[in-house]
């Protein structure tokens, strides 16, 4: 959010000068070979397309996608969605 908020800045005209690069390395940390949003951080989120115009102009980064969390399947459930699967193929 800092370095948007200096953009909005800019953008209104309280400030006559543009921001820097994009900098998320304060909200950014690296776990398992992939950049994520670190725990607490202040941040915010935008769409890709925001991203990519915004990025487009200003550069920087790293760039830190959001992906929603993948939803565990019980083993049960999938032995019973197998099950009904088998049993509609005979039919």
């Not at 309280?14 to 304060?26: A, L, R, V």
């Not at 202040?42 to 925001?50: A, F, H, K, V, W």
């Not at 790293?62 to 939803?71: C, D, G, K, T």
Request: hydrophobic content about 35%.
């Amino acid at each position: 959010m800092q370095w948007f908020r200096e953009w909005e800045g800019f953008v209104k005209g309280k400030d006559s000068d543009p921001p820097g690069p994009i900098d998320n390395t304060k909200i950014a940390v690296t776990k398992c070979g992939n950049v994520v949003l670190k725990q607490g951080a202040d941040s915010g989120q935008i769409s890709e397309e925001t991203w990519t115009f915004l990025h487009s102009i200003y550069g920087g980064g790293p760039e830190i996608i959001l992906r929603p969390p993948v939803a565990q399947i019980e083993p049960d459930v999938l032995q019973t969605e197998e099950k009904i699967e088998l049993e509609t193929r005979s039919l």
